[in-house]
């Protein structure tokens, strides 16, 4: 029996040093994909010109927002029909848990959908799996389908187009909808509370959260997990804010003549950081956690808000963020314009319970802004309202159906086409509620939406992603990121400890990102500037 | 050779007939370890650029892995913890079951020990989460019983969410090894019993020197068994904590499955799987080693 089982050990080994070596032969590459339809992009692109062509085929579209988007994408597709009967459109719902994990799978498995609603967050990922099609040929061209006349990338909201490029400055996510995330703030509590407006400045904020606290509220209910994003908007805004003084010195390759005006928004269209830039940026200190000063000063500014936090910050869930605003065990939470349908619902739904006595009035304003009494260092303005690109749509690399993918894709994001989904959305909702705006300039909404301020007062140029925490990729730097999180706020670590945590991963992120995009990295670029 | 093939030829078909499982193991089992194996000498994200980089992974994985060490002290915590639930608490199910007199009584207990088998471990793993919060099941009871001072953050202190993993799940009752137990108790003769009994032995001798060592087979398969799927499992860690809080209750199916799928490093995931295949077989070996020779002392 122990010489089988010897036999069996030696046998096993051989097989995988058997197979090790066949590896080692043949075991690297760098396959180029091939391309499946007959023209090359440069070529397909400059096929369309503007002109619309009759199209046959089948094409998978799949996204994560059925209850958002479900009908307003049926009826998409039943337009789309009518100008091209020949085209079958599958529409796919996934839910969005696992959502980008699943997409990843299929992308190496080379089984995903044409077309996929995407986050930008998740385009990293399947940027690693070589997922996505760069789309920079394809913007530059007008679309078919637009009245506009002009380039398809010019029919979106500037600069929520640029803002999605990788870090490589590529676009490969078209602009769907935005977001605003603001402060809802329970209006009867504050009352309660003896606050008569809401704060504007973050000394305001401390001191309101003070009087909630002295009334009996808590102030607020945050979970340090992935799953509640509260506290890191809090600090990336605040570092975005920082960090603005430097744009310059990070930004070293720019159109020529171009200036950073901070107080003018529009000033840096057009512009973006990509991952070379970033790298010197980080190795010269200026956004390096270790040796900023401005990255120190946030994290300490962060931490003011603890006694205004639930004790229980490790084990509570951002799950419960919803079901204790509405209970009145939290009276502010920072959340999306996604949730104003569901706080009106949940409070509609507590007085046809017969509840009416713990229904309150809400609002909902941007978060307060640091000032320079926080930071002397702040000469670039405060908090931008955080606004940006929620979501938008990724074609696969792999797709046989590349020209029918984007030609759906054109159809989809047409001003015209997009006007007629809003007013679908109108029809079918509250009209008091402001669905997520669109990315897609030119799209009126009711009079009677809910308006909210999300226009950029200054300049920015975002070093980490939208609505991620200060990150440079969602994978080993986002894990370490709540791991380092949850230690600073359990007091496991201390700020510095924090703080050279966080150098280490975000350096060791940025060399993953220059070696992901190894082709488009200019190495003569940053070895002039690191010498 | 020519006596092998003739042998071969007359069973012919018996072969034919074991092509097919075993082309299913080929396909499903050996291929899937080779095709790991493979890839954890790859630096490759899942795309088209694959890098051979020989044992790098490795190496990264026993000299750079931050959370090896925690990894593997807590998987074995677990799976020492998890044995002893699993064989231990079945032992004792069957012993109790096997010894009430009336026939009523051990049909309903019976019964009583199959069902949560039935229950999906998701479902109650999901329900201990719900037992740990703050203001839990968990917390709550010891309030009831005047143990306020032992109430906490079960799920979000770093030095006891191992140990409520651990507990999570109680009284562990697990069916299918207390039936297996069980099935072991029936087919002690009765007569080994009356000759203890006329010898005076007690019930605790009786355990000790007839039962358990009458139950040494499927104590020895159980306890292989119960290792092997313990030492690989990361549900409950994943489902209760994530690995968390701050890492503190990572195991290595864990690291596994963020370098996989979060991390998009397949290479260095199939590397920590290969080196987990490793791990379990060693100790696997030894654990049936160390069970063979305590049988044949006890024989």
């Known amino acids: ?531 | 050779m020519r006596h092998t093939l003739k042998s071969v030829y007359k069973a012919r078909y018996l072969y034919l007939f074991l092509l097919i499982p075993f082309a299913f193991i080929a396909l499903f089992i050996f291929y899937p370890f080779f095709r790991g194996f493979q890839i954890s000498l790859l630096d490759w994200s899942g795309g088209n650029r694959t890098e051979f980089v020989g044992f790098d992974n490795y190496r990264e994985l026993f000299w750079n892995e931050p959370l090896l060490g925690r990894a593997v002290r807590n998987i074995l915590i677990l799976a020492v913890a998890g044995i002893l639930q699993a064989v231990g608490i079945s032992f004792l199910m069957a012993w109790v079951i096997h010894h009430i007199r009336s026939a009523k009584s051990k049909y309903v207990m019976r019964i009583f020990v199959i069902v949560p088998s039935l229950i999906p471990a998701i479902v109650g793993y999901l329900l201990w989460k719900k037992f740990y919060e703050p203001e839990g099941l968990v917390n709550r009871l010891l309030g009831l019983v005047g143990l306020d001072f032992l109430q906490q953050a079960w799920l979000g202190d770093v030095s006891v969410v191992v140990t409520a993993i651990v507990f999570a799940g109680f009284p562990w009752l697990n069916g299918a090894n207390t039936l297996i137990y069980l099935a072991g108790f029936l087919q002690i003769p009765k007569e080994m019993y009356e000759a203890a009994k006329i010898d005076g032995a007690t019930s605790w001798r009786t355990l000790w020197h007839l039962e358990i060592p009458m139950l040494a087979g499927q104590t020895r398969i159980l306890l292989l068994l119960s290792l092997i799927s313990l030492l690989q499992n990361y549900d409950n860690v994943f489902l209760l904590t994530r690995g968390g809080p701050m890492d503190a209750s990572v195991v290595p199916g864990i690291l596994l499955y963020k370098n996989a799928f979060l991390f998009g490093r397949y290479g260095y995931a199939s590397a920590i799987g290969v080196s987990l295949f490793a791990f379990i077989f060693i100790l696997s070996l030894l654990s049936m080693r160390l069970s063979k020779e305590s049988g044949e002392k006890v024989s």
Request: hydrophobic fraction near 40%.
């Open chain 1, 1 to 531: 029996m122990l010489r089988l089982r010897r036999g069996s050990v030696n046998l096993l080994v051989c097989m995988a040093l058997l197979s090790g070596l066949l590896t080692g032969c043949f075991g690297s590459s760098n396959e180029t994909n091939e391309v499946k339809n007959s023209a090359s992009p440069t070529t397909a692109a400059s096929n369309e010109s503007g002109t619309k062509r009759s199209l046959s085929g089948e094409l998978r579209v799949v996204t994560f927002m059925e209850d958002e988007w479900g009908d307003q994408m049926r009826a998409a597709i039943a337009d789309y029909n009518a100008a091209q009967p020949e085209v079958k459109i599958e529409l796919e719902s996934m839910p969005y848990a696992n959502y980008a994990e699943a997409l990843k799978a299929q992308m190496i498995g080379g089984i995903s959908a044409d077309l996929m609603l995407a986050e930008p967050a998740m385009v990293s990922a399947f940027e690693g799996a070589d997922g996505i099609l760069a789309l920079d040929d394809y913007l530059n061209q007008p679309n078919p389908y637009s009245d506009s006349g002009k380039a398809w990338k010019d029919d979106f909201i500037s600069p929520f187009l640029d803002t999605s490029r990788n870090a490589a400055g590529q676009a490969k996510l078209v602009p769907w909808s935005l977001v605003w995330v603001g402060m809802f703030y329970n209006k009867d509590a504050y009352a309660k509370a003896g606050i008569e407006t809401p704060p504007v400045t973050w000394n305001e904020f401390l001191t309101a959260s003070e009087k909630l606290k002295n009334a009996g509220y808590l102030p607020f209910y945050t979970a340090i997990k992935n799953n509640d994003a509260q506290t890191w908007w809090m600090f990336q805004t605040m570092l975005n804010a920082m960090f603005r003084v430097k744009t310059e010195q990070i930004n070293l390759r720019h159109a020529d003549g171009w200036t950073y005006k901070f107080d003018d928004p529009d000033s840096t269209n057009g512009e973006t950081y990509t991952v070379d830039e970033l790298y010197v940026a980080f190795k010269k200190g200026l956004i390096d956690p270790a040796k900023s000063p401005e990255y120190r000063k946030a994290v300490e500014l962060i931490l003011q808000m603890k006694p205004y936090f639930n004790d229980n910050l490790l084990t509570a869930d951002g799950s419960e963020l919803l079901s204790k605003f509405i209970s009145q065990n939290a009276v502010q939470k920072y959340d999306g314009t996604f949730s104003f349908p569901s706080t009106d619902s949940e409070l509609a739904k507590l007085k046809d319970e017969g509840k009416a006595d713990r229904v309150f009035q809400w609002d909902v304003v941007n978060f307060p802004t640091i000032t320079t009494e926080n930071y002397e260092g702040l000469t670039a303005g405060g908090l931008n309202p955080l606004s940006g690109l929620r979501n938008g749509w990724v074609i696969s690399q792999k797709s046989d159906n590349r020209e029918l993918a984007l030609d759906f894709l054109q159809f989809l994001t047409s001003p015209g086409e997009v006007n007629k989904l809003y007013e679908l959305k109108r029809a079918s909702k509250d009209n008091s509620l402001q669905p997520d705006a669109s990315a897609i300039a030119g799209v009126t909404y009711p009079a009677e939406a809910k308006k909210v301020d999300a226009a950029l007062r200054y300049a920015e140029m975002p070093i980490y992603g939208f609505g991620l925490p200060p990150v440079f990729d969602t994978g080993k730097d986002f894990e370490e990121f709540h791991s380092q999180w949850q230690g600073l706020w359990s007091e496991a670590l201390t700020i510095d400890e924090f703080l050279q945590k966080r150098s280490a991963s975000n350096l060791a992120a940025l060399e993953r990102n220059l070696k992901q995009f190894q082709d488009q990295v200019d190495q003569a670029f940053i070895d002039s500037h690191l010498k």
